[in-house]
């Protein structure tokens, strides 16, 4: 039970470039979750899925956009990186969304852009 | 929507002594409140929540209040040991936030002295 897993771990991009940050969880979570941690600011929520085929924004989404696969799977993508998307990622689930249910965070993923 | 200040941002404290980070939030609906710790360069883990029709909760050496009037909660850690250095972020969610979604206290880094 690998709970919630992100790849890649780091990644350095130019400006401009795309990736996609891939995250799945084996928790049979409904809702997922996608959060950047800046220095000073917490974390930050980008985007996430109540459930299976939804996706909403959340408070910094300027500049990704997501994708929830399927139950497990939920990707965030940036189409064309910038300096100011230097952050760490966080993908997250939870059992069901709102009712106070817990979030599990991954690893985190370190993303430069230069 | 929600606003979560955390003070102070950093705090050192000598083994064995107490720790108190406090928080306020902006949105008198909120009634979740949890607390996540968060080790050098790993996930944010939930060590423990309160939610509004409770004043305090205790798990060992931590316990959490909540001051609906004031607004404001606060994490408490007695006889602190040096594996409880870390990043503590609080947190408050409510019918106001989109999905019941987490805002995020910006951090406090905790240094335990031995």
């Known amino acids: 039970n690998a709970g919630v897993t992100q790849t890649p771990k780091f990644q350095v991009l130019k400006t401009g470039q795309s990736m996609t940050l891939q995250c799945a969880q084996d928790?049979?979570?409904?809702?997922m979750y996608w959060y950047r941690q800046d220095p000073g600011m917490g974390l930050r929520l980008i985007y996430y899925?109540?459930?299976?085929?939804?996706?909403d924004k959340g408070e910094v989404p300027n500049g990704y956009n997501v994708s929830r696969l399927n139950k497990r799977e939920f990707s965030l993508r940036l189409e064309s990186a910038a300096p100011s998307q230097t952050s760490v990622y966080f993908c997250?689930?939870?059992?069901?969304?709102?009712?106070?249910?817990?979030?599990?965070f991954g690893n985190g993923t370190r993303l430069t852009v230069t | 929507g929600e606003n979560v200040e955390q003070h102070p941002s950093t705090l050192s404290v000598q083994e064995g002594d107490s720790a108190v980070i406090k928080c306020t939030y902006s949105?008198?609906?909120?009634?979740?409140f949890p607390w996540y710790k968060q080790e050098l360069g790993k996930r944010p883990q939930l060590i423990i929540d309160?939610?509004?029709?409770?004043g305090e909760k205790k798990d060992q050496r931590i316990a959490v209040t909540l001051n609906k009037t004031a607004k404001h909660f606060s994490l408490h850690i007695t006889e602190t040991q040096p594996e409880d250095s870390a990043v503590y972020f609080c947190?408050?969610?409510?019918?106001?936030?989109?999905?019941?979604?987490?805002?995020f206290g910006g951090g406090t880094r905790l240094m335990v002295k031995p």
């Open positions: 928790m049979n979570h409904n809702s």
């Open positions: 309160i939610r509004s029709n409770v």
């Open positions: 947190a408050a969610s409510g019918p106001h936030n989109a999905g019941n979604m987490l805002t």
């Open positions: 899925s109540a459930s299976e085929g939804t996706t």
């Open positions: 997250a689930s939870s059992e069901i969304i709102g009712a106070n249910s817990p979030l599990h």
């Open positions: 949105d008198s609906a909120s009634n979740y």
